[in-house]
Each structure stands twice: as C-alpha cells, then as structure tokens.
C-alpha cells in the first residue's frame, strides 16, 4: 500500500522560502496517477495547493499559491516536492501530501485517497 511522508516544514518569517519534501513507499496499481499538495489552517476547511500528473508534464495550481510556489518530482528518488517563495502569513498551515490512483488530476481533496501525517508550516509577519 502507498505510504506518504512530508518533511521540510518549519517557521519563516514573511517573504522566505520552505521546500516541502513527500517521500512515497509502494506503488499505485493504476495506469494514472496524481500527486498534490494540500493545506489546512486552524478553523478553515482543507484547500488544495497544487497537483502534478505522475510521469506526465501537466501541475496545476491554487491561484492563490501560483507564481510563488512550484510542485515537482524526482521519479528516481520517490520524492515529491513542493518549492514555496515569497511566503505569507496567511500561508501558514499543516501541509499535507496526497496521491490519488485513476480518474483526472485535481485539487479536490476528497477524491484522494493515499495521505500523509502532514508538515507545520508557520509564517510570521
């Protein structure tokens, strides 16, 4: 079964910048694959961050996170990332990986199915 872990969270102050890493274990027996990034603040639902097509080219991204923040992957190493720049308060949330096995590639968080424990990231003013 897929196992997700996310590392690289920490505390920032506004305007820096965090690489969030996912390690994955195990496979998807599917023929496509989605990879993304969501968060979950205090108090607000869970949004989507950005989403990656495995072995494909296509990502998508929240607006409020696009031209800041870049998702990537390095097949070889099992790894997702998620390059966050010019952090904002308001960014400051628990991050959490996720996979999803089959259908399109979005960032509705409830047609994932794989998660990880999640990552803290706080972003002070």
């Known amino acids: 079964q897929v196992q997700l872990v996310e590392s690289g969270g920490g505390s920032v102050q506004a305007g820096g910048s965090l690489r969030l890493s996912c390690a994955a274990s195990g496979y998807i027996d599917s023929s496509s694959h989605c990879m993304g990034w969501f968060r979950q603040a205090p108090g607000k639902e869970r949004e989507g961050v950005a989403a990656?097509?495995?072995?494909?080219?296509?990502?998508i991204y929240d607006d409020s996170v696009k031209g800041r923040f870049t998702i990537s992957q390095d097949n070889a190493k099992n790894t997702l990332y998620l390059q966050m720049n010019s952090l904002k308060p308001e960014d400051t949330a628990m991050y959490y990986c996720?996979?999803?096995?089959?259908?399109?590639?979005?960032?509705?968080?409830?047609?994932?199915?794989?998660w990880g424990q999640g990552t803290q990231v706080t972003v002070s003013s």
């Open positions: 990656i097509v495995t072995g494909g080219t296509k990502t």
């Open positions: 996720a996979a999803r096995a089959g259908g399109s590639c979005s960032l509705w968080w409830v047609m994932f199915g794989y």
